[in-house]
Each structure stands twice: as structure tokens, then as C-alpha cells.
């Protein structure tokens, strides 16, 4: 999995002069930021002497930001740089109209924390040092009044572990919008003729996130796939790659020569595009023309990091693509229906698919399997190659997770935030699939009822909530959170 990491300018700011607090506070915010994962610090720069503002290189005389000429020089070199998010540090009382310049220019996400006050200096007029109290607010609402999103961090001093969470968080949140803001959608086929409920609207993605959807036709990939020969060292190796990766295997031959061609056309279409996430039509199209089934295809192209939905659902790829954005690339998600409540247990409710999670969240990589949907117990004999084939089986490993769902009715934009638990069990059940423990499950089933979000979600390992909300609040859209 490759890594996501956002880059965020630091915007010291201070008021009237150059101070030695001022100076640690800069430093502690530089060391904090560079120890928090996923960031990449684009800071002022030093000038050559105490008049010097360098536009190119984004110095100031102190690397410090105090004056619009400066602040317009620091915007500028951020542009070059590719600053995704802000974080303005009033060293200080700080200065409000070159903070905001910054902010008014880059139209980032803003993360905004005051420092806290040091002791009095000991001199007959037993001056203030900081001030970044008082100053703080004078930042905060020359960013509201420019209507520029921002969260506040609090009063802390940059070294305190607070101060690296919300970071975290915020660096969470940028990477969210980056991979949102002008993201590559892939849709291959139709929706199913059944499923109105996976229906969206192109251009509210446009309007909102100036998205752009690449479509492809089902019959394009079968066609791509039917052009690899059987000995292509990739086909090969794609065949070779689900052995070693799956425990059992109770499919045919002809079903792996059959997968690994479709995957590999399937990921050209998704690289050659450099698309962000994709979903597809997964019956009955492919069965009638392909005689496969591409659950399985699905996990392994998620495992990969091309993020693939089942059923044609485009808003569904887009809340994996949100969710694997907020955990840095670190971790994948599962893309997962709805399915049942537990009959024993009230609040846990059964967050599964067919058989298309990554092999890499599985709880028991020794359990894994690859299955027909015909024999999900793996107890008949094995057809050479047949349209139910495909499926992989296991259940995925516990902890804690955060669902993701996005949905859009009259052009309004919500995002349901939900976390749970995955519980080990020792059932034995078809698909992927695992049992989710939630604090209240009447509560977040009539959400989704009543909010009209579908029957599918994104599920990821890890709690995303604070990360998911806040960049909701950078990207307008409404968050709707079942605790």
C-alpha cells in the first residue's frame, strides 16, 4: 500500500516584533508537525537579512509572517509548493490580515491554534509575552468573516500531545478533501436493472467536488480480457498471485485463467486513467459473456490499492475512496452491504458481501477461500469453470472500524459517520463478512432509514470519526454521526 501524505504550510504569524518566545514557538511547532504521520511541512523560509522578502523561495527575515508583503510572498511560494492545508500558529498576538491573506489566497482546509501563555517578564511593567490568547481571535474572525472553513485546535503549547492529535486529525481530514477535490471516477457497465437505489447525479460530483466519471463498458473489458494470450507472464502471475495469497481454493482452472485476464484488463482501465476509485456492474452481464463471477476480482484489486465497488455503485466507491484517504493509505477498506441483524445479539449487525474484501483483512489468513457461490462449504466437486465461481470467503479480523456513506438528494451533500467494533465469532459463513457490535443499533438503523442512505457502506479498520466530520466541515457537506 503506498502511503498518503498531505502537505501542510505553517503560517507563523506574529504581531509587531521579533521575539526569542516567538522563536521557540515556531521551533516546538516545526518539531511537532514533523512527527506527525502523513505530513509534509512547507514552512517560511529565513531571508538573507532583516529587510529581504524572497517570493521564490518564501522568506521573510525571521521565516515568520507578520506584514501583507510578506504574507503575499509566503501565499505564493505555498501555491508552488502544492499546500493542501494550513495550520496558522499565532506565535504571539499574531497578525490577523496576513494570517488570513494566506488563507484567503490558498482556499485550503485551516487548522488555527492559540499558544499558551508564558510567566510575566520580571521588568517594572511586568509584561505580557504572548498574548496569542487575545490575538487568536482577531485570526479567527478574519477567517470567518472571508467565510474560510477552519478548525480550532485549542490553547496549547505545540509540544503538548494535544496539539500532534489534532494534527493528525486535521492531516486526516486535508488528505480527505485532496483525494476528493477533482477525483477520477470509474463506472464499468450499468447499473442493475433492480438497483434504482445506486442511482447518482454526474454532475452534482462536478458542481460539488469537480469530479469527473469515466465510463466503460462491460463488454470493452470481456473484450480486453479475450486479448491476453494464456501464457502471458502477467496473466500467469496474476494466477500465481491467488494461489499464494488464498488457503483454499475450490474453483476450476479455467475460472483462473478466466479471473486473471479480467483483473488485468480491469486494472489497465483503472491505471491507464488514473482513476481514484471505480465500481462495476457485477451481474449478470459478466456471468452471461465471461461465464465467471468477479467478487474475488474485486477484493484483489482493492488489495492493490485500486479501489473497486461492487453493483455499480459510484457513490459507494467514493466512500471507500474517502475512507482510505482518511487512514493515510495505511489501511483498506471493506465495501460492504447492510445485511442482517444478529438474532441473539441486538446491537450487532452483519457487515458483508459476496466475497470481494481485500485477502489482506482477513482474521485467519490460513481460513481464507476461494469459493463458487454454489458451494460456499467447499464440499462438491470442482467444475473446470462455471458462472457462480469466485467468490472470496473469510471472515475479516476485529477491532474497531468506522463506517462511510455518502449520499446527495437536491444537490445537498450528507455523510454518514458511524463506528463499531468487529466481534470475533465462529460462525461460518459464505462471502466476507464480519459480525460489527455498535452502541445503538435502532438509533443507526433508523438513520439510515430515516436520512435515506442505501444498503451499502464503506467499513474501514480504525476510528475515523473526529478525521470524517472534520472533513466534512471543509468540503460542505452535512455530517450525520451515529455514535
Not at 234 to 244: F, L, P, S, T
Not at 361 to 370: M, R
Not at 423 to 433: Q, Y
Request: aromatic letters at 8%; glycine letters at 8%.
Amino acid at each position: 500500500m503506498t502511503p498518503v501524505q498531505v502537505k501542510i504550510g505553517l503560517v507563523p504569524s506574529y504581531r509587531n516584533r521579533y521575539t526569542a518566545w516567538g522563536q521557540k514557538m515556531l521551533d516546538d511547532s516545526l518539531a511537532a508537525l514533523a512527527g506527525v504521520a502523513g505530513i509534509e511541512v512547507v514552512a517560511p523560509r529565513v531571508s538573507s537579512s532583516e529587510t529581504v522578502i524572497d517570493a521564490e523561495r518564501g522568506a521573510t527575515p525571521h521565516g515568520m509572517v507578520h506584514t501583507l508583503d510578506e504574507a503575499e510572498a509566503v501565499a505564493a511560494f505555498f501555491q508552488r509548493q502544492g499546500v493542501q492545508g494550513l495550520v496558522i500558529v499565532p506565535l504571539d498576538f499574531g497578525d490577523e490580515r496576513s494570517a488570513a491573506k494566506i488563507a484567503e489566497r490558498l482556499r485550503v482546509p485551516v487548522l488555527l491554534c492559540a499558544t499558551k501563555e508564558p510567566p510575566a517578564l520580571d521588568d517594572p511593567g511586568l509584561t505580557r509575552v504572548s498574548d496569542s490568547y487575545c490575538g487568536t481571535l482577531s485570526i479567527a474572525s478574519a477567517l470567518y468573516r472571508r467565510k474560510l472553513p477552519f478548525r480550532f485546535a485549542g490553547v496549547l503549547f505545540p509540544d503538548e500531545p494535544a496539539f500532534a492529535a489534532e494534527a493528525q486529525d486535521f492531516a486526516r481530514a486535508v488528505a480527505v478533501v485532496a483525494g476528493i477535490k477533482g477525483a477520477r471516477l470509474g463506472q464499468v457497465g450499468v447499473r442493475a436493472h433492480t438497483f434504482e437505489t445506486v442511482a447518482y447525479d454526474e454532475v452534482a460530483l462536478v458542481r460539488a467536488f469537480q469530479q469527473n466519471v469515466l465510463v466503460a463498458n462491460v463488454a470493452d473489458m470481456v473484450l480486453n480480457a479475450q486479448g491476453y494470450a494464456d501464457d502471458d507472464p502477467r496473466v500467469q502471475g496474476i494466477i500465481a498471485d491467488i494461489r499464494g495469497s488464498t488457503a483454499t481454493v475450490t474453483v476450476g482452472e479455467t475460472y483462473l485463467l478466466k479471473a486473471a485476464k479480467l483483473e488485468l484488463a480491469l486494472a489497465e482501465f483503472y491505471r491507464n486513467n488514473r482513476l481514484s476509485a471505480m465500481a462495476m456492474q457485477c451481474w449478470s452481464t459478466v456471468q452471461r459473456m465471461w461465464g465467471i463471477s468477479v467478487c474475488n476480482i474485486y477484493g484483489r484489486l482493492t488489495g492493490q490499492g485500486l479501489l473497486t465497488a461492487c453493483e455499480t455503485d459510484v457513490l459507494g466507491a467514493l466512500a471507500m475512496l474517502v475512507n482510505h484517504r482518511a487512514a493515510l493509505g495505511a489501511t483498506l477498506p471493506h465495501f460492504v452491504d447492510w445485511t442482517i441483524r444478529h438474532r441473539e445479539n441486538p446491537n450487532w449487525l452483519l457487515a458483508w458481501h459476496c466475497g470481494n474484501a481485500p485477502a489482506c483483512l482477513a482474521s485467519d489468513p490460513g481460513q481464507t477461500a476461494l469459493r463458487s457461490r454454489k458451494d460456499m462449504a467447499g464440499e462438491l466437486p470442482v467444475p473446470a469453470c462455471e458462472e457462480q465461481a469466485g467468490l472470496a470467503q473469510f471472515q475479516l479480523k476485529p477491532g474497531p472500524v468506522t463506517f462511510c456513506r455518502l449520499a446527495e438528494y437536491d444537490d445537498q451533500w450528507k455523510m454518514l459517520i458511524a463506528r463499531g467494533e468487529i466481534i470475533p465469532s465462529d460462525d461460518k459463513l459464505a462471502g466476507t463478512w464480519s459480525w460489527v457490535q455498535v452502541r445503538d443499533h435502532e438509533r443507526l438503523y433508523r438513520t439510515l432509514v430515516e436520512e435515506g442512505f442505501i444498503h451499502h457502506a464503506s467499513m474501514i479498520h480504525g476510528d475515523q470519526a473526529k478525521a470524517l466530520e472534520l472533513a466534512c466541515q471543509f468540503l460542505n457537506i452535512k455530517p450525520v454521526v451515529v455514535e
